[in-house]
């Protein structure tokens, strides 16, 4: 078994170790074992499986830096891995998520040496992190690629370590470029730099030596201005990148799949999870390296395109899941058991949690408590079903984590044990309480002891509640007629269900139209023509072109959008709505631009390109500028896509013409993955890169003959002069803030604009708004093959909505209405955003307000409005509130 | 196509991909095989402490 949360949670015997399966000696297992479960006969069998496709997502090996002998990994006890830091973090981990030096040390080490060893541990004071190991190297490896995810861990790692430590850590991380081009990324790294005071010291260290007796390691580097710096720490973690292994390559071979020459799948910017092999799709590391969002996108994009493979037979293999019936507890005398988690160390570490769970046993109805290190983990959920049952249980309190992630995980639980999932009360103690008072272990304790109380009393009044079945319309409207839309549309469309395309201007493909090639090389121009000609050609696809939206009424299943086309307009009945209303390239307000025809943008570039500008082949000098109002103050994000762009288009300048010199010039270079060997080869062309810092930000003067380009050259550390013909200017993406769309659906909007998916995370392609998906730049700025794969997703994630038609229901917690009490006065039905409640027109009731559960959205606003206490939110009644309340004012 | 297509699909790898491909097809009515070469699911995010940029447990 390989950690407490695996799954499934059950002992296997390792065949290469085992003495009974070796020598035929031993057997005490089998002696022991209580449920006759070991058998040593079982062996290896091959079972032949009928599928309609294949998913491949094999995933990656951490690099082993065993090989690299400058940092002495395998001989120094200090150095670590990255991989290796994350399980020390980690409560699970094997030293219990405390920091000390010697971590590869057991806990309790038996061997005399180690004794010795484990005598010098100590809490370290300074940590060192080493980027790219393993990654952007030929020299000691064979990989050229970046791993795209080592900055932002190392980032991660660093910052959780300063919490662990409370401040007294020092740490630093010795990178080449700071790659941070994802979602709020960029915000992490600089409130690392400026909040948590982590030191990036842009440098790579040449060598690393042990002291011979406290085992304190001496690196050397060399530092920005060219001076050799001696440094101790006394822990080293390398960071090390992703790689593919030589069995997954070998199992690509014999599926017959094509790979790149690093070993990763090769994929097609417009197909970006079909492999070359149809039928088998990709997904994960093994498709480039990436991190979890994306690797969740590649998930869902690779279901999207098995399914529309395959739409045709979907249902044809599926098998019913047998449903526990329910236990009816109502006028039960509450029999209350409560679970409070650990989550390892997070709440552990401030609350004790012991202590916690020895008073929730002496609150009222409390007839059971129980403590979990991860109640989330399998084995506690069945122990969890098992005492349900055993006590009788009839109401749950958990307290834990956030109900938003896993509240839907132990309501499965409940029902798994036979309780209506609605007795259940599951109160934060992690977020708002052990996260947040640190500093104050003794008042935490204290907070989730009140916590729990109140949510104990909240319990105790909780009653089942029933779920209305939602009729689901099978069709779609997608909003936004560029890459992402299009694609959603297209696969949904596949899969069988009505699409309508809503696009403002008057044709389709958005700002991929402006595009001229993809990062690898495909030309874009021809590729969306064949995207929309498939659109058009589709007869499930309904195309709204010069069309906006005025107004969106209704709930998942069943909207209601009301379009209009010039003067018309029409009212559209779907299901779900994908939003992919894209990004646009922000106009430069520096540089000169606007001031002179030779100061464009990327996309004037690429414009240029596209016509094949012949003028373009009289420059002498093409200079680019990086950053051009992204990772700003006023614009804290990355625009991602910029640095491979202006690579690729330094490439196909000096292609065009090998002596033209080109000059990128950079704060960071950050061509995450494959898209480093693009960033090779166009050093290897002769292109010249020169970093600049934001502070000093490159001068341009502009002269008649020449455009004039001053800044410090970071190498030279001396100002030098570059006169180009041309200078592009790598504009910021910008969102288009749409937040008329934005309250239409009710989905929220981050600073800049973003749409805010539902979970950073496990949810990058929906909104926390049930049927409303996102995908493409209003998500965040990306390229090509990321906005097709976002596309994907979100068609996949509509489709686990729209094939449901039968088992959509909606939530228990909803308003209802005691027609005694109710005065007829109508505030609730004026008052009402969803359009719920309404007169019932006829029978004994007729005039009283009624509400229509599929609408109602549980918020609430008609029962605080109601002046006659007619109205109840299920749930959240009045009296389980104030016992809430009123358990938070009982003094303990 | 003259043969007939299976509504099952086989998903390689138990990492956070797969799991996710196996439950969106598996949610959108398609028979899923979800294989892992090692004991159990969940990959190298299971391994790792918590996740950025939210700082949520990566279980």
């Given at each position: 078994m390989e950690y407490p949360q695996a799954v499934p949670l059950k002992y296997g015997i390792n065949p290469e170790v085992c003495l009974k399966l070796t020598k035929d000696k031993c057997g005490t297992c089998e002696e022991v074992c209580p449920a006759n479960a070991i058998d040593y006969t079982q062996t290896q069998e091959t079972i032949t499986l009928d599928a309609g496709a294949i998913i491949f997502s094999p995933g990656f090996k951490p690099f082993d830096p065993s090989k690299f002998d400058n940092y002495q990994y395998v001989n120094y006890p200090n150095v670590i891995t990255s991989m290796e830091f994350e399980r020390i973090l980690s409560a699970s981990g094997p030293t219990m998520g405390h920091v000390t030096t010697f971590p590869k040390l057991p806990a309790k080490p038996k061997k005399?040496?180690?004794?010795?060893?484990?005598?010098?541990?100590?809490?370290?004071?300074?940590?060192?992190?080493?980027?790219?190991?393993?990654?952007?190297?030929?020299?000691?490896?064979?990989?050229?690629?970046?791993?795209?995810?080592?900055?932002?861990?190392?980032?991660?790692?660093?910052?959780?370590?300063?919490?662990?430590?409370?401040?007294?850590?020092?740490?630093?991380?010795?990178?080449?470029?700071?790659?941070?081009?994802?979602?709020?990324?960029?915000?992490?790294?600089?409130?690392?730099?400026d909040k948590h005071g982590i030191n990036f010291i842009r440098s790579k260290v040449h060598s690393v030596t042990e002291d011979l007796d406290t085992h304190d390691l001496q690196i050397r580097y060399v530092d920005e201005l060219g001076q050799i710096v001696t440094e101790v720490y006394d822990m080293?973690?390398?960071?090390?990148?992703?790689?593919?292994?030589?069995?997954?390559?070998?199992?690509?071979?014999?599926?017959?799949?094509?790979?790149?020459?690093?070993?990763?799948?090769?994929?097609?910017?417009?197909?970006?999870?079909?492999?070359?092999?149809?039928?088998?799709?990709?997904?994960?590391?093994?498709?480039?390296p990436k991190d979890i969002p994306e690797s969740v996108l590649d998930a869902s994009a690779a279901a999207s395109a098995a399914g529309d493979a395959l739409s045709e037979v979907r249902d044809t293999m599926t098998k019913q899941v047998a449903t526990i019936p329910e236990t009816n507890v109502v006028g039960e005398r509450p029999n209350i058991g409560v679970f409070i988690c650990d989550c390892g160390s997070n709440i552990k570490g401030v609350v004790d949690c012991a202590h916690v769970t020895e008073y929730a046993?002496?609150?009222?109805?409390?007839?059971?408590?129980?403590?979990?290190?991860?109640?989330c983990s399998q084995d506690a959920q069945d122990k969890m079903v098992e005492q349900i049952k055993e006590k009788k249980l009839n109401r749950i309190v958990l307290a834990a984590c956030t109900p938003k992630t896993h509240e839907p995980l132990f309501q499965e639980t409940l029902k798994n044990a036979g309780l209506n999932k609605y007795l259940f009360e599951m109160t934060n103690i992690r977020n708002h309480n052990s996260w947040v008072h640190k500093n104050n272990p003794e008042l935490a304790t204290q907070k989730a002891k009140d916590l729990v109380r109140m949510a104990v009393a909240k319990a105790a009044l909780a009653e089942p509640l029933k779920e209305e079945k939602i009729d689901v319309n099978a069709s779609v409207m997608v909003v936004g007629g560029g890459l992402a839309g299009l694609t959603a549309a297209k696969s949904l469309a596949?899969?069988?269900?009505?699409?309508?395309?809503?696009?403002?201007?008057d044709q389709l493909g958005g700002e991929a139209l402006k595009l001229f090639k993809t990062a690898q090389g495909e030309d874009v121009g021809e590729k969306v023509a064949e995207l929309i000609g498939a659109i058009e050609a589709n007869e499930k696809i309904t195309v709204h072109t010069d069309t906006t939206l005025e107004k969106v009424e209704g709930f998942v299943g069943n909207f209601k959008s009301l379009l209009k086309t010039g003067d018309k307009t029409c009212e559209l009945e779907h299901g779900v709505a994908v939003l992919a209303t894209g990004a646009k390239s922000s106009e430069p307000t520096e540089y000169g631009f606007g001031q002179d025809d030779r100061i464009i943008t990327a996309l004037g570039l690429d414009k240029r390109l596209k016509e094949n500008d012949t003028q373009l082949d009289a420059i002498n000098s093409a200079v680019f500028i990086q950053c051009v109002g992204?990772?700003?103050?006023?614009?804290?994000?990355?625009?991602?896509?910029?640095?491979?762009?202006?690579?690729?288009?330094?490439?196909?300048?000096?292609?065009?013409?090998?002596?033209?010199?080109?000059?990128?010039?950079?704060?960071?270079?950050?061509?995450?993955?494959?898209?480093?060997?693009?960033?090779?080869e166009a050093r290897e062309l002769g292109v010249i890169f020169i970093r600049y810092e934001v502070d000093k930000k490159p001068v341009v003067v502009i002269e008649k003959d020449k455009i004039k380009i001053s800044l410090n050259d970071h190498v030279l550390n001396q100002p030098v002069t570059?006169?180009?013909?041309?200078?592009?200017?790598?504009?910021?993406?910008?969102p288009r803030k749409d937040e008329k769309l934005a309250n239409f659906f009710k989905v929220p909007l981050n600073d800049e604009g973003f749409f805010i998916e539902k979970h950073a995370k496990l949810g990058p392609a929906e909104f926390a708004t049930a049927g409303v998906f996102v995908a493409g730049a209003g998500h965040y700025p990306k390229p090509v093959n990321e906005a097709i794969t976002q596309g994907r997703a979100a068609a996949s994630r509509a489709a686990t909505l729209l094939s449901k038609k039968d088992n959509l229901f909606t939530s228990g917690t909803i308003a209802n209405v005691n027609v005694e009490k109710c005065s007829t006065c109508g505030v609730c039905i004026s008052i009402c955003p969803y359009s719920a409640p309404r007169f019932i027109t006829e029978g004994r009731f007729e005039g009283k307000a009624d509400i229509n559960a599929v609408l109602c959205k549980g918020c609430g606003l008609c029962v605080a409005s109601c002046r006659?206490?007619?109205?109840?939110?299920?749930?959240?009644?009045?009296?389980?509130?104030?016992?809430?309340?009123?358990?938070l004012g009982e003094v303990v | 196509m003259n043969f007939k297509k299976t509504g099952s699909v086989v998903v390689i790898g138990g990492g956070i991909s797969g799991m996710l491909s196996a439950l969106d097809l598996a949610n959108s009515g398609f028979y899923v095989y979800l294989v892992e070469k090692g004991p159990s699911i969940g990959g190298v995010m299971s391994q790792l402490d918590k996740t950025f940029p939210t700082n949520d447990c990566a279980m």
């Open positions: 005399k040496k180690d004794k010795l060893l484990a005598k010098k541990r100590k809490s370290p004071k300074r940590i060192a992190w080493f980027q790219c190991v393993g990654s952007r190297d030929m020299n000691k490896c064979d990989n050229p690629y970046c791993s795209s995810v080592c900055c932002m861990y190392a980032v991660k790692e660093a910052v959780i370590a300063k919490e662990h430590a409370g401040g007294d850590l020092d740490c630093s991380i010795f990178f080449m470029d700071m790659r941070t081009p994802g979602k709020e990324f960029e915000k992490y790294y600089q409130n690392a730099k080293i973690v390398l960071s090390v990148g992703l790689e593919i292994t030589p069995e997954t390559k070998e199992l690509a071979d014999k599926l017959g799949i094509e790979m790149t020459a690093n070993g990763f799948c090769k994929t097609d910017s417009f197909e970006p999870v079909a492999t070359s092999r149809d039928g088998i799709y990709v997904s994960g590391v093994f498709n480039n046993k002496s609150l009222p109805y409390v007839t059971f408590a129980d403590e979990n290190m991860y109640a596949t899969q069988g269900y009505d699409t309508h395309i809503i696009e403002k201007k992204s990772r700003e103050t006023d614009r804290p994000y990355c625009s991602r896509v910029c640095c491979t762009h202006s690579v690729d288009n330094a490439i196909l300048l000096k292609t065009r013409k090998p002596s033209m010199d080109v000059f990128i010039l950079y704060r960071d270079i950050r061509t995450y993955g494959e898209r480093e060997l693009l960033y090779k570059l006169e180009t013909d041309l200078l592009t200017l790598a504009a910021a993406i910008v006659s206490g007619a109205l109840h939110l299920r749930g959240f009644d009045t009296n389980q509130i104030f016992s809430q309340i009123f358990a | -």
